[in-house]
T-cell receptor, first 114, second 110 residues
Framework: GAVVSQHPSWVICKSGTSVKIECRSL??????MFWYRQFPKQSLMLMATSNEGSKATYEQGVEKDKFLINHASLTLSTLTVTSAHPEDSSFYICSAEFGRETQYFGPGTRLLVL | GEDVEQSLFLSVREGDSSVINCTYT??????LYWYKQEPGAGLQLLTY?????DMKQDQRLTVLLNKKDKHLSLRIADTQTGDSAIYFC??????????FGTGTSLTVIP
């Protein structure tokens, strides 16, 4: 089946630094990718929709200047958490659209901001 | 986003059937999904159902959809300890964004 990878799988950083997370579709092209955030023992919250070659669409309440999304190619979308703070610590999951009926999810990236 | 709700916890004995329920609000949903998340891992697609269907069966999994009541359920037959996980239902919106339920933590008792 289709595979989506994320890199890194784990990242620990100091408060105030920026962290970039990559999401790649390995064996298919994805015009649209999505970024989700999951707090411990909670559901996934859609953060933004990333479209190749255009600006991302952010969900209400998500700061676009804080969470920069770049979808530069049909197989790569990146999420940069700028000036990270401890409250940004979370599990970030991306997904790539594969046809109308499904998305394939990456394995997730755990971010811990000290 | 849309509201998608699930009960938080479910415990069953090994070998019994599990039924996980989900309610949603978006009547324009085209597809509804069930995902499984094991501890510390990403999401695994279990099954999905098109909104014009009312039932779909896939081996031990049976999905029932009551579109009138906006109610979705997942039945796992002969539940095993390896089925212990968090199960999320999700519905897709007009732009194919997914909105997830709160997740149901299934515990299978040996």
């Amino acid at each position: 089946g289709a595979v989506v990878s994320q890199h890194p799988s784990w990242v620990i950083c100091k408060s105030g630094t920026s962290v970039k997370i990559e999401c790649r579709s390995l064996d298919f092209q994805a015009t649209t990718m999505f970024w989700y955030r999951q707090f411990p023992k909670q559901s996934l919250m859609l953060m933004a929709t990333s479209n190749e070659g255009s600006k991302a669409t952010y969900e209400q309440g998500v700061e676009k200047d804080k969470f920069l999304i770049n979808h530069a190619s049909l197989t790569l979308s990146t999420l940069t958490v700028t000036s990270a703070h401890p409250e940004d610590s979370s599990f970030y999951i991306c997904s790539a659209e594969f046809g109308r009926e499904t998305q394939y999810f990456g394995p997730g990236t755990r971010l811990l901001v000290l | 986003g849309e509201d998608v709700e699930q009960s938080l916890f479910l415990s069953v004995r090994e070998g019994d059937s599990s039924v996980i329920n989900c309610t949603y609000t978006d009547s324009s949903s085209t597809y509804l999904y069930w995902y499984k998340q094991e501890p510390g891992a990403g999401l695994q697609l279990l099954t999905y159902i098109f909104s014009n269907m009312d039932m779909k069966q896939d081996q031990r999994l049976t999905v029932l959809l009551n579109k009138k009541d906006k109610h979705l359920s997942l039945r796992i037959a002969d539940t095993q300890t390896g089925d212990s996980a968090i199960y999320f239902c999700a519905e897709s919106g007009a732009g194919n964004q997914f909105y997830f339920g709160t997740g149901t933590s299934l515990t299978v008792i040996p």
